[in-house]
Nanobody, 116 residues
Framework: VQLQASGGGLVQAGGSLKLSCAAS??????MSWYRQVPGKQRELVAE????????NYADSVKGRFTISREDAKNTMYLQMNILNPEDTAVYYC????????????WGQGTEVTVSS
């Protein structure tokens, strides 16, 4: 089982980035994006179920970020718009086999830096 995150980079405030997470070896029940800033806890950004495509977003990104998936490629995306410096973090993708509970599988992270 492998999760490969990509798409991070440096962008100016107000700009956009699209992250990708390619999964291999398994089909997850749900996938998610988390982010972490040094010295702070990892926080959930957005998640999406495989069945039904039910989504959930952190309040801080609602209306700016969109999570989606492409079943044929077993890939999840995070379209991030109107980025601000507070979005600067390492973004991790994760997968879960169950309907509820913690995410068991994690990707390596991709760094997003938003300059003011």
């Amino acid at each position: 089982v492998q999760l490969q995150a990509s798409g991070g980079g440096l962008v100016q405030a107000g700009g956009s980035l699209k992250l990708s997470c390619a999964a291999s070896g398994i089909i997850f029940n749900a996938m998610s994006w988390y982010r972490q800033v040094p010295g702070k806890q990892r926080e959930l950004v957005a998640e999406i179920t495989t069945t039904g495509g039910i989504t959930n977003y952190a309040d801080s990104v609602k209306g700016r970020f969109t999570i989606s998936r492409e079943d044929a490629k077993n890939t999840m995306y995070l379209q991030m718009n109107i980025l601000n410096p507070e979005d600067t973090a390492v973004y991790y993708c994760a997968g879960r086999l169950g309907n509820i509970g913690p995410y068991e599988y994690w990707g390596q992270g991709t760094e997003v830096t938003v300059s003011s």
